[in-house]
């Protein structure tokens, strides 16, 4: 299974971005999957996702502002980042659970200037 995220940049604060993320050689389907971010030094921490009862779970941080939502036959999961703020400056990864162990894409970058 490989990752593809895409849709990084750099941003003023208070801005939009939606990143992609698309599967090949394997499906997203209704698997748990997700997206994570990381910032130098700190861990790599859950942004937003989809359990395997397709329920969705957010970081308080970004609760309200992201939205995460996949697209099944694209075989793709986005994550719309409404109302950016520096804080949100990070490495973003997409994850995905699939044959019992966990598939990373290559992460992308997300840039907001104050």
């Known amino acids: 299974v490989q990752l593809q995220a895409s849709g990084g940049g750099l941003v003023q604060a208070g801005g939009s971005l939606r990143l992609s993320c698309r599967a090949s050689g394997g499906t997203f389907g209704y698997n748990a999957c997700g997206w994570y971010r990381q910032t130098p030094g700190k861990q790599r921490e859950l942004v937003a996702g989809f359990r395997s009862d397709r329920s969705t779970n957010y970081a308080d941080s970004v609760r309200g502002r992201f939205t995460i939502s996949r697209d099944i036959r694209a075989n793709t999961i986005y994550l719309q980042m409404n109302s950016l703020n520096p804080d949100d400056t990070a490495v973003y990864y997409c994850?995905?659970?699939?044959?019992?162990?966990?598939?990373w894409g290559q992460g992308t970058l997300v840039t907001v200037s104050s």
């Open positions: 994850k995905l659970f699939r044959l019992g162990r966990d598939w």
